[in-house]
């Protein structure tokens, strides 16, 4: 039930990412809370399409279209108005990204993946939502560029693993696991950290 | 039956739709037809997949195939020797987006989704093959910038769903919200009607 | 059994093109492996989900990612101190575009579709990687303007289905259609061979 808020409270924050990222792009109202849909639902359908689970998440409850419409509402309505507040958006989707990422892990495991399926997997949930975004408002991912975002799903996701291996139950692993990716990510950005960029010799 | 000949008859349209779009981006033959193919299946497929429906609408059904390849080539014969006659395409495209969204909320209340889901997935199998034509071709999809194009999709199909609560009988409903959305699509271009673009304050 | 290694060193040769495609692209080392991924298991992906075939041919074994991987990071490794192979890399990538376009051909066979969408499916299976590596890489996609490429994959299982109407064995037949695609395709690298670019008058 926790897990079911935490899934809201993860599309809004997507949903508030995608608001922001289609700013300027010379989309139109409805354009924009197209693209927050695709960068709210993109990850979990993928992982729910993928794993044959139906119906999709979305699909037969309301509650998760109209949070992520009320949140691009809202945003829209903000940012006309003030500054976006770029630092609690960043944590806010820190957070939403540890959430989908291991959430997604959680589906694999249950759906009997090998542990490497089940980073990726995860990985995917996490990130997917992020690269649809970005390639409707037609730029290269950033999720691909930029500090370690997939990294931080990937090492999270292990960690999750690793303590499960080790007799931790799993919501301690899930716990500890999410806390890193969070933590990751939020050093990343603070101390610009990137992995190196890939340019041929 | 004649449900099944409009489907045939919105594919046939789309792919012409895709075909124009595929114009001057340096395309060779094979890969106009491939953007047309996936103009015309895009939205159906998403939404057979989405609601777990197989086998997916086209994939044994050769006719769905014959008929966009055959629009398609009739398509590059026509506009290699005269301008591409715009405004009977226009009209043409309302018709399939009425159809095309009309016909996937009726999947999707076949499905058992609650109207806000009927909603968003009938807008999605209209709109989403237009969306891949233009991530494809490399634009950012001109159905999230341009005039009224998935808000009449929208209110179209709350027309219908309201009508039916009404106690309208299915047909009736159907007729009416696909001419709700040709209808505002047709007024929407004559007029120059746009939802406000979103800036940033 | 031979063809599960035929498929592994397909995902192998995908990958490769995918890393190449993604340098220079301002990709870090991690988003260079995502897409070296998406090219690899696209097509197939598509293809499993298309036919309703569940699980996913890598959502249960882990052998192709792990082949994705190291060959993903062979390819940096390799490129970044030598220039590409791009003859051995042009003549593998034949290969798995045969391999995967008769064998998507096949698996298409099995789920009762007709011809002409056994021909769609395995061209998509052969293809779709492709696509998603020059979609997410934010370029027009190059098998849509160079070359014959699908052209290839079509007429390669085209010949598959006539052999075997004709009374051939479907390994024969498999053998003599992925021969033609990659051999069409070597041909039309070597003497630059395009179907003619399609331009308004």
Redesign the interface.
Known sequence: MLLYYFDLAGVAVFSASGVLA???????????I??A?MTAIGGG?LRD????R???F?????WY??VIIASALLT?AY????P?PVATLLVADALGLGLFALSGAQFAEA???????VV??GTMTG?FGG?LRD???????L????EIY??AA?LGISLYLALQALGVPPAGAFGAGMSLVVALRLLAIRWGL????????
């Open positions: 289609a700013r300027d792009r010379d989309l139109d109202l409805l354009g924009v197209v693209v849909v359908t399409l993928l794993l044959d139906h119906p999709i979305w699909v037969t409850d309301s279209l109209i829209v940012v006309r108005r003030w976006p759906a009997q993946c090998p542990p490497l399926i990726l997997m990130v690269i390639v409707i408002t037609a730029q290269i991912p999720i691909l560029r930029r997939a990294t990937i990137n992995l190196p960029v890939f340019r041929q010799s």
